[in-house]
């Protein structure tokens, strides 16, 4: 089986220690050869995924360790992100909707764009609650889209 | 999250002195956003050109420094970096918002 290249980094699930491994670890892909097309849409999903086990999987629990595991091949970027915080509700993957923009100001959405970019950026996304532990799964195909 | 501003006639530039604007950072920022722009023009242009990196915590927070403006003033973003410029697309505010690629062709924009 194919391995590709690995790069893993774990840290603890809060915003300031997200928001630098974030940055770490795109850096890190990038330097591993991650094409530079595909570097910012990695960044952002991962930002948001990252984001979602930090503001909701973690709620009203000790933040514990995140973990992300990225396998680099020639043609494709597997990320899987685990974390032993609160299962997604119902198990589910959100459909990510952006959420009407409204017709006035005060109706203008602050938030709900996170799933909504992960489904935008990513070929695939798989889930998995298993002995306590989500497993998140974004594969990312660099195929060229119109 | 250190933001400056000056003010031109009938517009207040707030510019960002930071390279990124997300989750840690997007209460901090609609805070100062909000301190920033008090009492200041009808027209603000918020100069982006130094962030590389926004997510959507970043950009709620931009939508929401928006509204605290009220509606006898706008907020227009100048200096969008591709990235950044992409996820003000797929979210669709860039319907919502007038972007500028460089701050001088914000200013030199009617302001209407």
């Known amino acids: ?146 | 999250m250190a933001l400056t501003s000056t003010t031109n006639d009938a517009t207040q530039i707030i510019k960002v002195h930071c390279d990124r604007i997300d989750a840690a950072m997007a209460i901090q920022f609609k805070e100062n956003m909000r301190g920033e722009a008090e009492g200041g023009a009808p027209r603000v242009v918020l100069d982006l050109t130094n962030v590389e990196f926004i997510d959507s915590s970043g950009l709620g927070a931009i939508v929401a420094s928006m509204k605290q403006l009220g509606s006898d003033r706008r907020l227009d973003l100048a200096g969008l970096q591709p990235f950044v410029e992409k996820v003000f697309r797929l979210t669709r505010m860039d319907t919502v918002f007038k972007l500028y690629p460089t701050l001088d062709d914000a200013l030199s924009a009617a302001t209407d």
């Open chain 1, 1 to 146: 089986m194919q391995t590709g290249k690995c790069l893993d980094l774990s840290f603890l699930a809060t915003q300031s220690k997200a928001s630098a491994g974030v940055a770490r670890i795109s850096q890190d892909l990038e330097a591993q050869g991650l094409p530079a097309p595909w570097a910012g849409d990695v960044k952002i999903a991962l930002a948001e995924a990252i984001n979602n086990v930090v503001e909701h999987a973690y709620a009203g629990l000790t933040p514990a360790e995140v973990e992300i595991r990225c396998q680099l091949h020639k043609t494709w970027l597997d990320v899987l992100i685990t974390d032993t915080g609160n299962p997604l509700p119902g198990l589910c993957i959100p459909d990510g909707i952006l959420a009407p923009l409204g017709s006035t100001l005060s109706e203008l959405p602050e938030g709900g764009f996170g799933w909504f970019l992960i489904h935008e950026l990513t070929s695939e996304i798989r889930y998995e609650r298993s002995n306590g532990r989500n497993r998140l799964s974004l594969r990312f195909d660099f195929v060229q889209t119109v």
